[in-house]
């Protein structure tokens, strides 16, 4: 007897995006490979195409497909063997206590939504994000087919800091998206990663898929800090080159 859940991926399509400008790399122009149609991208078929190296936003399943750059390299975090470093350790132990996390099903909030206003703001200036209304924020960050959650890290007082939102696989966590208070004193967004491996462990789910490193990229560069890491390259995973 066939196994329903890869009939229903061998029915995917993928077509290829016309260029847009690059995200990360200034002056470059990007293409993505799009998984269709997308109301079969189920929960079975989403994690085998998260292991392939896509990702998601919205309805939409997607990987890098540029004909001259291969700088977007998928990254996951070993999460069995991860161990903080120092300066990891040290931010853990400092918010852990006073900056808890409440998980919550995707939702409408307009406190999150002023919060990203703020976060694309400082953070991503010029990308355009920082003008998104709510339905735009909707559909990018609330719209779901599979197995999708949100984290809100309050402060005792209520005070919103960060919102995480992660997508369950049922061999990881992939950590979709993440904004925060950028005038917040702390490094909140190594804090956001830190949370998610620690919530990764407590489900026994082996991976944190962190999306692409980037290593021109500053912006991206710093997903390789949590090791031992793996990323994929020529559709197998590899250890992080440095051996860790």
Known sequence: MSNPSES???RLQFYTTATYPCSYLPGRMARSEVAAPTHLVDESAYARLIEQGFRRSGLFTYRPACEQCQACIPIRIDVRRFQRDRTQGKLWRRLQPILPA????????ARH??????????RHPGAGMDQDDQAQYTQFLLTSRVHSEMAEFREDDGT??????????????SAVYTFYDPDWRASLGTYGILWQLDYAARLGLPWLYLGY????????????R????????????TASPDGD
Do not use: C, N, T
């Open 102 to 109: 409440r998980l919550a099903p995707l939702h409408w909030d």
């Open 113 to 122: 939504f002023e919060l990203y206003l703020r976060y694309q703001k400082r």
């Open 213 to 224: 490193w980037i290593g021109e990229s500053r912006k991206m560069a710093y997903k390789s």
């Open 226 to 237: 949590f090791r031992p890491y793996q990323i994929l390259r020529g559709g197998a995973w």
């Open 8 to 10: 229903v991926f061998r």
């Open 160 to 173: 919103l800091r960060m919102v995480a939102i992660m997508d369950r696989i049922d061999h990881g966590l």
